[in-house]
């Protein structure tokens, strides 16, 4: 079983980066992650093309991958998503924002794409570190800045917004705690966030969980997505 914060057998998160055509950004990224004693980067890959021998030569625990600009040739946002999942069912990724075009779209595509978190061009040093361990531990890691535009679009939109079935049941207060945790913000985060303690968040974790009938954040996630919480369309 892996530990917690650690590669399998307890090794440090090995990490490789799939950043390609910017130096600068993989030094900057090599010398975070390095810092930390529970992750290195183990491997870099060349290219998008040289990717999947990558994979197999070193397969690393996590992958960050940039989303490449549309502009590139013969590319798609998240064609190296795409190789990395087919290639590696089994490693974590986490997605960065591309230098150009809309993060918000970028962030819902990315997930559909199989990412298992996104950085935004805002994220700090420890917004990376943090998506590192998230990710490793089977969770899902979302850059604080794209849960604060969800949580104005969502939980702070007008009384005339539809909303659907068990969801009415839920406080207004509950809805907002369901929208970070689904995206895999933990108790003391969100404790944080509203100036609560975390037997509160606890508390309304557990009710939000019994009105809705679900056992897992997994099951938050789903629902958030299929009932529109978290869509693309409204940001």
């Known amino acids: 079983m892996r530990a917690s914060g650690t590669g399998p057998g307890g090794d440090r998160i090995a990490v490789m980066l799939a950043i ?12 975070i992650i390095d810092a930390e004693l529970d992750m290195k980067v183990s491997v870099v890959a060349p290219s998008l093309d040289g990717l999947s021998e990558a994979l ?8 960050v991958a940039e989303c490449l600009p549309l502009s590139a040739p013969g590319a798609s946002w998240f064609e190296a ?3 990395i999942r087919n290639t590696a069912p089994n490693t974590r990724i986490v997605a960065l924002e591309c230098r150009s075009g809309n993060g918000a779209e970028q962030f819902t595509m ?5 990412a298992d978190g996104f950085l935004t061009r805002e994220a700090e ?4 570190v943090s998506a590192l361990r998230s990710v490793n531990r089977g969770q899902t890691y979302v850059s604080p800045s794209i849960v604060t535009r969800m949580v104005n679009t969502y939980v702070l939109r007008g009384p005339d917004a539809p909303i659907q079935d068990t969801y009415t049941s839920l406080s207004e207060r509950e809805k907002e705690v369901l929208l970070l945790a689904a995206v895999g913000h933990t108790n003391r985060e969100i404790a944080k966030v509203f100036h609560l303690s975390e037997q509160t968040v606890h508390n309304y974790r557990a009710n939000i969980m019994e ?6 954040r997994t099951e938050l996630l789903k629902f958030a997505i299929r009932r529109g919480i978290i869509s693309v369309a409204d940001l």
């Open 125 to 128: 040093p420890s917004d990376l």
């Open 211 to 216: 009105k809705l009938g679900f056992h897992d």
């Open 110 to 114: 990315a997930l559909k794409a199989g």
């Open 81 to 83: 998503i795409e190789r």
């Open 20 to 31: 390609f055509d910017f130096p600068m950004l993989v030094a900057g990224f090599r010398s």
């Open 56 to 63: 197999t030569s070193a397969p690393p625990d996590v992958v």
